[in-house]
């Protein structure tokens, strides 16, 4: 089979740079071209983008519209153009979409094995106002869902297909405009052909700002992982306030899929992640609770620490290198070569968690990140416990003390911990506003 690829884009730069930059990381050997469509942009900054658009060794047509033809105008032309090339599977991405690796690979196969079906690679399972799902599933299988409709961030299909199904509807849509990529579903359904939806998505929806005026939440993957950490677990623990704790673990999870997430409250919640644990009254009883009680809880061989005001923000910042360390957080200010840190955000090996809490030398638990990187780290140095460095540890993360000051400005850190970090111009920020206790 020949893919072909089309792009449809009208400004919005600060999406399409991420949908260009996707693309130059993905295996894209089998497409027989990628054709970028610039609907009558107007922004500097995507004409700069459409112009300089290149991926070595993939042939590159670019097209320009004279008039804003919208999506579907576009996509005719886009795909038009492959069928003209001699693409006999077509498919297209939003230029506010980003992609794995192998998504043309996934998406060729899928096409192969279900050649009367349109196929996409974006499973969203966004629910309506009224609480049921966006995108009903008609039936589960190994490795992909039928659907009654899906999204047309990203479609797929035999030349034959956009012949019968799609090329009509966007020919309609000319005419009168309408949401092409339902219609195209709604006919696929009245030919008793549900939509291919595989799982876990290839292809993730980053645009927030919709160029169509949708004043309904746009449609997220929920199975789309930038980065997998299969030897980590995620932790939280809050007794005051469970739902700043689930927004710092939403704000974990939003690119990486952990081994497992963990949260302890004693706050009552439906969430499916949160444990019961006894009430944790004071910054004591967390210490005891993380030093003595959380060990048994954690199978991988780490665990992430995570706090309200302490979380993932950079996941492109994660290094696996980390895992042969058995504690790094934040470094503090201390200059004797125990500055090894803060707990608050904190990957802690197993091995570690396990020395705390049935060594009966450790007896100072409080506060417990002081204890673990100052009070015993030359005893557990001793036993074999690796601390990171200070230069891997402010990779890692980044704390605020005191009070604002230019250490505290966020530099691209994995993570951080306070909400005393200043974020300013930096794209991140907390998944909490500042206030609550512990």
């Given at each position: ?302 665990a992430l620490i995570i706090q309200h005001d302490g979380h993932v923000v950079n996941y492109k910042a994660w290094n696996d290198e980390w895992l042969q360390y058995d504690y790094i957080g934040a470094t503090w200010w201390y200059k004797d070569g125990m500055n090894v840190g ?97």
């Open positions: 089979m020949t893919p072909g690829l089309v792009i449809t884009c009208f400004n919005r730069p600060q999406y399409l740079s991420k949908c260009l930059e996707s693309l130059a990381a993905a295996d894209l050997s089998a497409l027989h071209c990628i054709v970028i469509v610039n609907d009558a942009s107007t922004d500097a900054e995507t004409l700069r983008l459409f112009r300089e658009f290149y991926i070595d060794g993939v042939p590159i047509i670019k097209m320009t519209n004279e008039r804003n033809l919208k999506v579907y105008g576009s996509l005719k032309r886009g795909w038009d153009k492959c069928v003209e090339q001699g693409c006999d599977v077509l498919m297209n991405l939003d230029s506010d979409a980003i992609v794995k690796a192998d998504f043309v690979e996934r998406l060729t196969d899928a096409v192969l094995n279900n050649q009367v079906h349109v196929v996409t690679g974006f499973n969203s399972r966004n629910k309506k106002k009224d609480g049921t799902d966006r995108h009903p599933v008609v039936s589960v299988h190994d490795g992909y869902l039928m659907k009654q409709s899906v999204g047309g961030i990203n479609f797929a299909f035999t030349g034959i297909v956009y012949k019968l199904l799609v090329s009509p509807v966007l020919e309609r849509c000319i005419d009168n405009p309408v949401n092409w990529d339902h219609h195209v579903c709604i006919d696929a359904m009245k030919a008793d052909r549900p939509i291919i939806c595989l799982t876990p998505s290839c292809v993730q929806h980053i645009g927030f700002d919709s160029s169509m005026g949708h004043n309904e939440p746009p449609d997220v993957a929920c199975d789309f992982y930038n980065l997998a950490l299969p030897d980590v677990t995620l932790v939280g623990v809050d007794c005051a306030d469970v739902n700043r704790l689930i927004r710092s673990a939403d704000a974990c999870t939003k690119d990486i899929k952990f081994a497992g997430v963990k949260l302890f409250s004693s706050v009552p919640t439906k969430h499916e992640s949160v444990l019961k644990c006894g009430n944790i009254k004071s910054k004591e009883q967390y210490s005891q609770f993380i030093v003595r009680d959380l060990y048994p809880h954690i199978e991988t061989s780490h803060n707990g608050g955000f904190s990957l802690r090996s197993r091995k570690l968690m396990e020395m705390l809490a049935t060594d009966p030398e450790i007896k100072i638990i409080h506060p417990e990140d002081h204890a673990i990187g100052r009070v015993y780290r030359p005893y557990l140095e001793s036993k074999g416990i690796k601390f990171a460095p200070d230069e891997v540890a402010n990779r890692f993360s980044i704390e605020a003390h005191n009070s604002p000051k230019p250490a505290n400005r966020y530099s691209g850190q994995f993570g951080f911990h306070g909400y005393n970090v200043d974020f300013t111009g930096t794209g991140y920020a907390p998944a909490n506003k500042q206030g609550g206790k512990r």
